[in-house]
């Protein structure tokens, strides 16, 4: 019999050959479990027991994190007195953990405890060189202002925060290594938003929505926000009044060339008014290496035959989009001011291989547009979607 049992032990371990992997792709493999599907694999082997500890990219919601940390392991006298319990187990797993952290996720879907968090953040900072940090407020959290612990952790190359305040006092150090900065649904005043970005003098990808108290003050122009991002190369807005970073509908100073931006995608833009159109006119203007343009037109923006387009095309007639090689339009209205902008693109864009186009319009509006858009003079053999 105890032949027998050594056989099948023998076959049990023969069986387990993804023990045998690498050390760095099991962990590979680990990432990309959530971290407490990651932790239970603890219960698969001795072996196993703690090999989830050790993974560099951990993710946590804090709505259910409290279920998320086991008793496996004690750390005698370390314990922190936090009102909140989710945010102290939260805690101790970190203590568990035995390797570096490279990525970090936070979901807060609860009542909001800034000391709390400020020790989890300042645990990162004093620990571990945490790369990319992902904040974002649920449906029930309560965030007042971001701890200002979170611009601690200098070694951060990307940094995606959402649904949350930036203090307008927050004075911001220079982030070297930040190559991607993400703010959704962020409540900033357009200088600290203007501080943030100068500081960040390796950005190259760039995502804002920007609500609330961004509203212009004054000192808001495209000129000082272009002249924050000299390496941007992939922009994204998010909005459709805009008024938080254009003044002037037409900039006397043209803003400094965004030479490096190669993608834009403007959502939610409106093309009627003294805002939107303009806005999109001078950031191609200043593009002049684009290569792919994205806009999604917001839906309360529709056309109104009485409301005038501010735009005077000629002051763009030196426009010429050299690299330009795919436009893409969700929501289109079939405005006057949105036909004339497609059609000054296809005249100006000699590499442009795809347009497309997805209407809110009947089907006869449809042809009738997809053959006005043909009909209209076109600087490259360019394919259209309609």
Not at 179 to 201: G, K, V, Y
Request: aromatic share 10%; hydrophobic share 40%.
């Amino acid at each position: 019999m105890k032949r027998k049992c050594s056989c099948i032990d023998d076959e049990c371990s023969s069986l387990d050959t993804i023990s045998t992997l690498p050390q760095i792709i099991l962990e590979t493999i680990r990432c990309f479990l959530p971290t407490k599907e990651a932790a239970r694999t603890s219960i698969l082997s001795k072996e196993w027991r703690y090999k989830w500890t050790r993974i560099p990219k951990l993710d946590f919601c804090l709505s259910d994190v409290s279920k998320e940390i086991t008793e496996e392991k004690q750390v005698e006298g370390e314990k922190m007195e936090m009102a909140c319990k989710p945010f102290y187990d939260l805690f101790q797993i970190l203590k568990l953990h035995q390797g570096p952290i490279h990525e970090f996720t936070l979901v807060i879907d609860l009542d909001y405890d800034q000391f709390a968090f400020d020790q989890i953040i300042l645990y990162l900072s004093k620990n571990h060189t945490v790369k990319k940090l992902t904040l974002r407020g649920g449906d029930e959290s309560n965030w007042d202002k971001l701890p200002v612990s979170v611009f601690s952790l200098h070694h951060l190359t990307n940094l995606n925060l959402s649904c949350c305040d930036i203090d307008s006092q927050q004075i911001f150090n220079e982030y070297c290594s930040l190559s991607s900065l993400s703010l959704d649904a962020i409540d900033i005043c357009f200088r600290s938003l203007l501080q943030l970005l100068s500081n960040c003098p390796a950005l190259k990808s760039l995502t804002l929505f920007i609500v609330h108290s961004a509203l212009s003050d004054g000192d808001c122009t495209i000129n000082r926000l272009f002249e924050c991002l000299p390496l941007v190369e992939q922009l994204t807005i998010i909005g459709c009044d805009l008024e938080w970073i254009v003044v002037d509908p037409v900039p006397h100073e043209l803003p400094a060339l965004l030479v490096h931006l190669k993608y834009f995608y403007l959502r939610e833009i409106g093309f009627v008014g003294d805002r939107g159109l303009p806005f999109l006119l001078v950031l191609i203007k200043c593009s002049p290496n684009l290569q792919k343009i994205k806009l999604q037109v917001d839906p309360d923006h529709a056309y109104n035959e009485e409301e005038e387009n501010s735009v005077v095309w000629e002051e763009y007639s030196d426009v010429w989009l050299e690299h330009l090689i795919e436009l893409k339009i969700k929501r289109f209205n079939n405005s006057k001011c949105e036909m004339e902008f497609v059609k000054f693109i296809l005249a100006r864009s000699p590499k442009l291989k795809k347009l497309s186009i997805k209407c809110w319009v009947y089907m006869e509006q449809r042809t009738e547009m997809l053959e006005d858009l043909l009909r209209a003079p076109r600087a490259s053999r360019v394919q259209i979607f309609v």
